[in-house]
């Protein structure tokens, strides 16, 4: 089935206003850092591999041995990646996520053994979903699977194209359904899901401007992102924000500069405006050049920052 653009909607340049303006002040609050969290960062090299470690946020960050999962893509082949989900087994893990390549969107899944080679009992699967996928900036997969659910209760994909337009697909009977796009984001810079249930999700996102913003999404009909201002200066110079659960409603967010190769740590409060309280905990140890990064998620993901 091929997943096909959709047309802007109307009232779109009410949040293109919003997002792609710079706003006055805002507040400069500092969290308070309590019990370290993590993110279990993922990414794709040049060579198609994937790699895994786990970047954790004490009082400055600490980065966890690095695992190599040769083999998964040929050299240069992905263009862009979700989430992927991961699942431990009694010797390595179950990966799955979504990913561009060679102008189609695909289904990935893989198993490892515990050193990270890919396992022979859980193959490489590389499932076709839709082609017409040239032209995105990033896509995006909300799974919502309370615990305890075996199936999810909810799969949503976004993506965004280089003309700015912000899409959402929503996955019914096995299939990918569109239901919406909104135009004139051009000024966004990066995405990161930081809050689901069954009624919404809810993005971080930075732009051009330095501005921060969450953009909350209802599941509903018709496609009404709103923006809310979080910050509005000095977030410019990040190129990648991802984002990972930090204690009941906060979250812990990387940021990745690829100008210089560098990655910096964050904790946030609960997201509410301009009072969303920021700790920065600093640059994080190693460098950051590989050309895709994302986040391995757990098959039960509570976010709720």
Not at 97 to 107: C, E, H, P, Q, R
Not at 147 to 169: E, I
Not at 205 to 211: C, I, S, V
Not at 264 to 274: E, I
Request: charged share 15%.
């Amino acid at each position: 089935m091929k997943l096909r653009r959709t047309i802007s909607l109307a009232g779109a340049a009410g949040l293109a206003l919003t997002l792609g303006s710079t706003l006055a002040p805002a507040n400069a609050a500092v969290a308070d850092a309590n019990a370290p969290c993590s993110l279990h960062l993922g990414s794709v090299t040049a060579a198609g591999a994937h790699t895994s470690r786990v970047i954790t946020a004490g009082a400055s960050p600490t980065v966890g041995a690095v695992r190599t999962t040769a083999g998964v893509y040929q050299p240069g082949q992905v263009k862009h990646t979700t989430t992927f989900s991961f699942v431990p087994k009694p010797v390595g893990d179950l990966r799955a996520g979504m990913t561009v390549f060679g102008g189609a969107l695909y289904n990935t899944g893989y198993g490892t053994r515990a050193n990270g080679d890919l396992d022979p009992n859980h193959p490489l699967v590389q499932r076709r979903v839709g082609g017409g996928w040239s032209d995105w900036r990033w896509i995006e997969q909300s799974v919502h699977k309370p615990a305890g659910s075996t199936q999810p209760l909810r799969s949503t994909l976004y993506a965004q194209n280089t003309g700015g337009t912000f899409h959402r697909w929503t996955k019914e009977n096995g299939a990918w359904r569109s239901t919406g796009g909104i135009g004139g984001l051009t000024t966004m810079k990066s995405f990161t899901l930081i809050s689901r249930s069954l009624t919404h999700d809810t993005f971080l996102a930075n732009n051009r401007n330095g501005g921060l913003y969450t953009v909350r999404i209802p599941t509903s009909q018709p496609f009404s992102p709103q923006g809310t201002p979080v910050r509005t200066a000095t977030w410019q110079g990040l190129d990648q924000l991802i984002a990972a659960p930090c204690g009941a409603a906060g979250t812990v967010l990387l940021g990745i500069d690829r100008d210089t190769k560098s990655a910096y740590l964050y904790t946030l409060g609960h997201a509410s405006g301009t009072s969303t309280v920021i700790k920065g905990l600093g640059k994080v140890p190693g460098t950051f050049a590989d050309p895709h990064y994302f986040r391995f998620a757990p098959d039960h993901d509570t976010l709720n920052g």
